[in-house]
């Protein structure tokens, strides 16, 4: 009885030590990435068999959490977070995809640290890259533009400046789960921004987490979502290329 006492009250103890309760905890600030001016990167097409999930037109790709038609804006050949109507999901499922996106930042007096231009791409909804105005804008580093959000800083800062399109390559390996839900193999991923490789072959520990730290749950495919954080993040030429 007291054994088991005691090893109910260390329980209890190690639970509240180990407990993550505030975001800082998993925010850090140094080293910081080099900061590194791109070459030319720009793409005007799409290859042949990507899946275009925008055009500059149509957003019948896309739908809201809950299924409806998105809120967000098409505006001159642009797609604009409509802040406050919810994060979008492609209708379709994805595993294993190559993905280009570009995106500019808004209102670069307005906001500050991960309020400025904030947005993300989450991979199958739950592993975040990190869409942020990194113009003159100070945050953590595993909270930059290129970050695997709260996982990984970038390799180097390649975001040029706020009010040019800034270019995302991705290719995204989903993780594999066994029958019994239990992990096979790691999600992994590599990034280019701007043409420069910011994350290479990084392993995921886990889902992107706000508070506390990553973790896997089984899942299958699922959609590629972007982020409403609050600001009117612009998106142009968003295509994949199935891998799996
Ligand atoms: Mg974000």
């Known amino acids: 009885m007291k054994k088991n006492t005691l090893l109910l009250t260390l329980l209890i103890l190690s ?3 180990f407990a993550q309760t505030k975001p800082q905890e998993t925010e850090y600030y140094n080293p910081q990435p080099a900061k590194v001016i791109p070459g030319d990167y720009s793409y005007t097409t799409a290859p042949s068999d990507a899946i275009i999930l925008f055009d500059g037109k149509d957003i019948s790709a896309w739908e809201s959490q809950d299924g409806k038609e998105p809120q967000w804006n098409v505006k001159n050949g642009e797609l604009l977070v409509q802040p406050g109507t919810g994060s979008i999901k492609t209708k379709q499922y994805f595993g294993d995809v190559q993905l280009h996106i570009e995106y500019k930042s808004p209102d670069p007096e307005k906001y500050s640290g991960q309020n400025r231009g904030n947005s993300g791409v989450f991979f199958q909804s739950k592993y975040e890259i990190q869409i942020l105005d990194m113009d003159n804008n100070k945050t953590y580093v595993n909270g930059m533009a290129g970050s695997v959000y709260k996982q990984n800083p970038p390799l180097a800062d390649a975001y040029t400046k706020n009010g040019e399109w800034q270019v995302y390559d991705i290719i995204w390996k989903s993780p594999v789960f066994g029958t019994n839900g239990k992990l096979e193999k790691p999600a992994m991923i590599t990034v280019l921004f701007n043409g420069i490789v910011v994350q290479n072959n990084f392993i995921l520990e886990g889902t992107t987490e706000y508070i506390g730290f990553p973790k896997y749950e089984a899942h299958g495919r699922l959609p590629l ?18 891998l799996n």
């Not at 979502?225 to 199935?242: C, K, Y």
């Open 15 to 17: 639970t509240t030590v």
């Open 225 to 242: 979502m972007l982020q409403d954080h609050g600001t009117s993040v612009a998106f142009r030429n968003i295509w994949v290329r199935e």
